[in-house]
T-cell receptor, first 111, second 114 residues
Framework: GDSVTQMEGPVTLSEEAFLTINCTYTATGYPSLFWYVQYPGEGLQLLLKATKADDKGSNKGFEATYRKETTSFHLEKGSVQVSDSAVYFC??????????WGAGTKLIIKP | DGGITQSPKYLFRKEGQNVTLSCEQNLNHDAMYWYRQDPGQGLRLIYY???????QKGDIAEGYSVSREKKESFPLTVTSAQKNPTAFYLCASRQGVRSGNTIYFGEGSWLTVV
C-alpha cells in the first residue's frame, strides 16, 4: 500500500538557520501531497500542497516541490523563527481519498 | 467565518459513560473524517463519511460510533466500550475533487477519562 516516510525528530535549529525536513513516499499513481503543521495543543493546519509532478507549494516562507523522479516532497525554509516551532506532518491523499501520514517531525527553534 | 467547529474543546468522562463530540462545518464539503491522536503520536482514522447518510469504519473504529444525518454535521460518540479513550480528537472535511481535494481540520477536542 501507499506510505510516507519523513525524517525523525526532534530537529533542533537556531533562529535564522536553514530548514529541511525530508519526506519520501511510495504510491500507485500520482497522489496529491501535503504538509500540515501542528502547534502545541492545537489542531492541524494545512501548510502547503502540490497536486502534480514539479508543482511547488509555498506558504509563510516554507516551500516544497513534488519530485516524481525521487518520490520526494521535502519541506524547506530559508530562515526559521522561534514561532516555527511545531510538529510537521507530510501526507499523501490516496486513491480512496484517505490521508496517508508520515510519523511527524518535531521542530525546535532556539533563539 | 467558514470552517470546521469542534466542541467542546475539553471534556471529562467518567468510567462507563458515553460522550459525544460535535463537529460542524460550513464549507459545503461532502466528505468528513474523525481522527484520534495520542500524545506525541500521529493521527489514526476512526470513521469517515463520503456523503450524507453513509459512513465507513477506519482503522480504529471499535468503541466509537458516528452518524451523518446532515451534510454539515458529523458527531462522534465515544462509548463505554472504548477502553482507553483519553486522547485528542480531530475532525476534518475534504474539498470536492474539482476544488482540489484538500482536507481541512478543526481545532480538536481533548477527552480525558476521570
Amino acid at each position: 500500500g501507499d506510505s510516507v516516510t519523513q525524517m525523525e525528530g526532534p530537529v533542533t535549529l537556531s533562529e535564522e538557520a536553514f530548514l529541511t525536513i525530508n519526506c519520501t513516499y511510495t504510491a500507485t499513481g500520482y497522489p496529491s501531497l501535503f504538509w500540515y503543521v501542528q502547534y502545541p495543543g492545537e489542531g492541524l493546519q494545512l501548510l502547503l500542497k502540490a497536486t502534480k509532478a514539479d508543482d511547488k507549494g509555498s506558504n509563510k516562507g516554507f516551500e516544497a516541490t513534488y519530485r516524481k523522479e525521487t518520490t520526494s516532497f521535502h519541506l524547506e525554509k530559508g530562515s526559521v523563527q522561534v514561532s516555527d516551532s511545531a510538529v510537521y506532518f507530510c501526507a499523501l491523499l490516496d486513491s480512496n481519498y484517505q490521508l496517508i501520514w508520515g510519523a511527524g517531525t518535531k521542530l525546535i527553534i532556539k533563539p | 467565518d467558514g470552517g470546521i467547529t469542534q466542541s467542546p474543546k475539553y471534556l471529562f468522562r467518567k468510567e462507563g459513560q458515553n460522550v459525544t463530540l460535535s463537529c460542524e462545518q460550513n464549507l459545503n464539503h461532502d466528505a468528513m473524517y474523525w481522527y484520534r491522536q495520542d500524545p506525541g503520536q500521529g493521527l489514526r482514522l476512526i470513521y469517515y463519511s463520503q456523503i450524507v447518510n453513509d459512513f465507513q469504519k477506519g482503522d480504529i473504529a471499535e468503541g466509537y460510533s458516528v452518524s451523518r444525518e446532515k451534510k454539515e454535521s458529523f458527531p462522534l460518540t465515544v462509548t463505554s466500550a472504548q477502553k482507553n479513550p483519553t486522547a485528542f480528537y480531530l475532525c476534518a472535511s475534504r474539498q470536492g475533487v474539482r476544488s482540489g481535494n484538500t482536507i481541512y481540520f478543526g481545532e480538536g477536542s481533548w477527552l480525558t477519562v476521570v
